[in-house]
């Protein structure tokens, strides 16, 4: 149903309307066409067309039209905020109030990223992923 691609760009510069918003999303992630064109929908949609490879997305244009679309610029962040708790760590990371976690790359020249990721928290803690996410093992002092 899908057609994966490396990378994926979406680029709302020139979004008029929350339509523009929703087809952009659908044309970009090459989504069906029973696409909804709503934030239930994207949901339904993102989660099956995840899987272990992952998404790498690039997002431009979010910043100019955030006053004018607000609200649905914030669903989709805290969508996607939600896609990657789920569907990078699926809670083999520990969880605590306020903790954030951020990702880089291990070992990337260019090109094709590998698997290896190095997770760390605004806490402290440092974990690494060899298998994309499958596996972690946490970096002590």
Request: glycine share 4%; aromatic share 18%; charged share 30%.
């Amino acid at each position: 149903m899908y057609n994966h691609k490396e990378k994926y760009i979406l680029d709302f510069s020139g979004v008029k309307t929350w339509i523009d918003i929703h087809a952009i999303i659908e044309k970009e992630l090459d989504f069906p066409d029973y696409y909804g064109a709503n934030w239930d929908a994207f949901w339904d949609c993102i989660t099956d067309f995840i899987d272990s490879r992952g998404l790498d997305l690039e997002i431009i244009g979010l910043d100019k039209i955030y006053s004018e679309f607000k609200e649905d610029v914030d669903i989709f962040v805290d969508n996607l905020k939600d896609l990657k708790h789920i569907y990078n760590d699926k809670g083999k990371l520990p969880d605590a109030p306020n903790r954030i976690w951020y990702e880089a790359d291990i070992d990337y020249q260019s090109g094709y990223r590998n698997t290896y990721r190095i997770l760390y928290s605004n806490d402290g803690l440092i974990f690494v992923t060899y298998d994309h996410y499958q596996t972690f093992y946490e970096v002590t002092k």
